[in-house]
């Protein structure tokens, strides 16, 4: 990510303020000097700011959620739906429907009509139907894709909102504050900083002051969504390794459960082979005989005599 540099913004006009008469005393701590009857915006506190607010705005990015940018003045409509588009963010430059954040329920229903309309319209049905009808139709969704087509895919309330020009889009700072939703702005001197949360003061009538401030919001956003995806792939990595890991582990366990197993089947060999030799006779050894009765010899009837 570049860092923003003061020549830059000396160049893109970020210095100049509104007149005298116009200012808020609030700017106060922001404005360098007065000169020709227009405040001067202290340059070396714009960079300190714009560097606190691309902080915080890369810290949303990173943990996936949405910063809704919010620009209806000439000026900046375009560059914001130019610049925000690659990263993928919601934004409003045609018109801030009221309650489109406190009343956040009805802007969804109407986000629902139109991807109908975008089903009736593909439909063959939509052949059949008379002419008028069709036109009605389609200028029905054209109406709804202009003030709501960028906020289509917009499920739920964005983390934070990016506010060119506070006080021409007052009404979206109030619902932000009061649903506690963190707020970044270009302030003017003209402006009260004290209602948003990251001000970033800076001219915000000049279209290339916006350009520059936005375009470094937008590189801190789009570094936050790469940090993101790299910790994804790392955290995917680990979880292979560790089953790897896992599945190696698992190995030696199973050559452990089958040893005694082994070893029992080895000792019951054994004992069947020592059973079998202790009961067949030694080498070199004949096979005890059983021994004959002695036959008795019956004594004659002289030698009973002598005796």
Not at 143 to 166: E, H, T, Y
Not at 179 to 206: E, G, Q, R, S, Y
Not at 282 to 303: L, Y
């Amino acid at each position: 990510m570049s860092e923003l540099k003061f020549e830059e913004l000396l160049e893109a006009g970020c210095h100049f303020g509104h007149l005298k008469r116009k200012w808020n005393p609030k700017m106060a701590p922001y404005i360098f000097k007065e000169h020709n009857g227009i405040h001067v915006i202290d340059l070396q506190k714009t960079i300190a700011k714009a560097d606190e607010a691309a902080a915080a705005i890369k810290q949303i990015a990173k943990s996936g959620k949405k910063v809704l940018f919010v620009a209806t003045k000439k000026q900046a409509k375009d560059i914001v739906a130019e610049t925000v588009k690659p990263v993928d963010m919601p934004f409003v430059t045609e018109r801030w429907p009221g309650g489109m954040l406190t009343n956040f329920a009805t802007i969804r229903k109407a986000v629902k009509k139109m991807n109908s309309l975008d089903q009736l319209m593909a439909s063959k049905e939509f052949n059949n139907i008379s002419k008028r009808e069709r036109l009605q139709v389609q200028r029905e969704r054209a109406k709804l894709d202009k003030n709501l087509g960028s906020i289509a895919d917009l499920n739920r309330l964005p983390a934070a909102l990016f506010v060119i020009d506070i006080n021409k889009e007052h009404i979206a700072v109030a619902e932000a504050r009061r649903l506690n939703i963190p707020t970044f702005a270009l302030v003017d001197t003209n402006c009260n900083p004290d209602l948003v949360d990251f001000p970033i003061p800076a001219n915000d009538d000049a279209s290339k002051s916006i350009a520059v401030i936005l375009r470094y919001m937008v590189e801190s956003i789009q570094e936050g969504l790469n940090e993101r995806m790299m910790s994804k792939e790392n955290a995917a990595e680990e979880a292979a390794e560790e089953e790897t890991v896992d599945t190696k582990a698992e190995e030696p366990a199973e050559e452990e459960t089958k040893a005694p197993v082994k070893k029992a089947k080895a000792e019951s060999k054994v004992k069947k082979v020592k059973d079998v030799a202790e009961a067949k006779p030694a080498e070199g050894e004949a096979e005890a005989k059983p021994k004959r009765p002695r036959k008795t010899v019956k004594k004659t009837t002289e030698e009973k005599k002598e005796e």
